[in-house]
């Protein structure tokens, strides 16, 4: 599986900002697609998971009711819809793959390259 993310920039406290993560090769029937996020200095943090089949996701508390992840299977792509940003969202945010669901960063075999969100004050 290839991941190729984007959609990040340089937005305020309180604006949206929606990424992407386009898909190819090889797909899974089960498993979950994630998004997470590194801050410098921090280690790497679950946001949030949807199932290959879309039936089930998951957020991290800090961003929940906030974020929503959301996935299109014709056209291969996984995206996060991130409203009222905050400063401490600030990161560099991964898409990832795997065949299992989970918040752990061990548990994907598939990551994106990463893409930048800064929130300024």
């Known amino acids: 599986v290839q991941l190729q993310a984007s959609g990040g920039g340089l937005v305020q406290t309180g604006d949206s900002l929606r990424l992407s993560c386009a898909a190819s090769?090889?797909?899974?029937?089960?498993?979950?697609m994630a998004w997470f996020r590194q801050a410098p200095g921090k280690e790497r943090e679950f946001v949030a998971f949807?199932?290959?089949?879309?039936?089930?996701?998951a957020y991290a508390d800090s961003v929940k009711g906030r974020f929503t992840i959301s996935r299109d299977n014709a056209k291969n792509t996984l995206s996060l819809q991130m409203n009222d940003l905050r400063p401490e969202d600030t990161a560099v945010y991964y898409c990832a793959a795997s065949n299992s669901r989970s918040m752990r960063p061990s548990a994907y075999n598939y990551w994106g390259q990463g893409t930048q969100v800064t929130v300024s004050s």
């Open positions: 090769g090889r797909t899974f029937s089960t498993g979950a």
């Open positions: 949807i199932t290959w089949s879309g039936g089930n996701q």
